[in-house]
């Protein structure tokens, strides 16, 4: 079965703090490829990144990081020294190499305060 | 316009009722993706259209649900009897690469409610 649990329904941080968001997935695919979107309260999805399953190097970007362990099923992302803007909903996603179906964790509402 | 666009941005119709909700890709990308997103749910696939294949129908959820590509660019969503639990905003997406789950944009989506 395909499925993504963000478990972190929504998170507040204080301006400059640290915080990591929670992406677990399932499959039986060996290849596969892992999302991240961020959906601000303007509505439009905007994509962050993706990464296939056989690429488990970390990345960062800017003050974005992201944590891939397949050993864990997991696909962490680190949003370093939170600013206001960084509000919103994120939403981990899997999508299967044989198919176009995408699988999308429930989200992940951030909010950081001034 | 840059971006993918939706229209319209809003709907409420009666219970029964068909709609219609359309969505303008980018210039130039093949692939085009229907989703559904519940109030405080994630996203969930519903049709994907690449080129002239034949259409990935495998998400939508009844055969109430239809959406057609016309000349490989703009896409039509077709919800017929449309009942309330069909309340959700529905987004579109396109997509340049014609290799599977390429980066895709967004757009604004259509929030659909059924009285």
């Known amino acids: 079965a395909q499925k993504v649990t963000q478990a972190q329904t929504e998170i507040s941080v204080v301006e400059k703090e640290d915080v990591t968001l929670d992406c677990v997935y399932e499959t039986r695919d060996t290849t596969y490829y892992l999302f991240w979107y961020k959906q601000p309260p303007s509505g439009e999805l905007v994509f962050l990144i993706r990464r296939n399953s056989f690429d488990e190097q970390n990345e960062i970007s800017g003050r974005y990081s992201w944590n891939f362990q397949k050993s864990t099923s997991s696909f962490n992302f680190t949003i370093t020294a939170s600013q206001v803007v960084d509000s919103a909903v994120y939403f981990c996603a899997l999508g299967r190499n044989n198919n176009n179906d995408m699988r999308f964790g429930a989200g992940t509402r951030l909010t950081v305060k001034p | 316009g840059a971006g993918v666009s939706q229209s319209p941005s809003n709907k409420v119709t009666e219970k029964g009722k068909d709609v219609e909700l359309r969505c303008d890709p980018i210039s130039g990308h093949t692939a085009l993706y229907w989703y559904r997103q519940s109030l405080g749910q994630g996203l969930e696939f519903l049709i994907y259209?690449?080129?002239?294949?034949?259409?990935?129908k495998s998400g939508l959820p009844s055969d109430r649900f239809s959406a057609e590509r016309t000349g490989g660019s703009v896409s039509t969503l077709t919800i017929q009897r449309t009942q309330q639990e069909d309340s959700a905003v529905y987004l579109c997406?396109?997509?340049?690469?014609?290799?599977?789950?390429?980066?895709?944009?967004f757009g604004p989506g259509t929030r659909l409610t059924v009285l």
């Open positions: 997406a396109s997509s340049f690469s014609s290799s599977r789950h390429h980066e895709q944009f």
């Open positions: 259209f690449q080129g002239n294949s034949a259409p990935d």
